[in-house]
């Protein structure tokens, strides 16, 4: 069994920065991408940030120069800091990891963190 373990949202001014930890545990082989998706309320779930294995990112328009990911392969854990928070980005973010589970299964499986607020307001 695979679990996402989420940290680090919270209430914030505009202007203000966040650090989310997203931490994957249980039976992994190999992790591909991890990333954070987004949910406002009345609208769908976006992708806000991605990484790949070998370092390789990719941003939503909205956040580009506001929003970093990286990521700790050792630990299989992801970041996102997300700075000069406006309260467009208010939302529940999310995490997801695509990853393998056996050496000898070449499935590559999607697992999602339960979310965690970020609320920008003043």
């Known amino acids: 069994q695979v679990q996402l373990v989420e940290s680090g949202g919270g209430l914030v001014q505009p202007g203000g920065s966040l650090r989310l930890s997203c931490a994957a545990s249980g039976s992994i082989f190999s992790i591909n991408a991890m990333g954070w998706y987004r949910q406002a309320p009345g609208k769908e779930r976006e992708l806000v940030a991605r990484?790949?294995?070998?370092?390789?990112?990719n941003y939503a328009d909205s956040v580009k120069g506001r929003f970093t990911i990286s990521r700790d392969n050792a630990n299989n854990t992801v970041y996102l800091q997300m700075n000069n928070l406006k309260p467009e980005d208010t939302a529940v973010y999310y995490c997801?990891?695509?990853?393998?589970?056996?050496?000898?299964?070449?499935?590559?499986?999607?697992?999602w963190g339960q979310g965690t607020q970020v609320t920008v307001s003043s």
């Open positions: 990484i790949t294995s070998s370092g390789n990112t």
């Open positions: 997801n990891t695509n990853l393998r589970l056996y050496y000898w299964d070449y499935t590559r499986y999607d697992y």
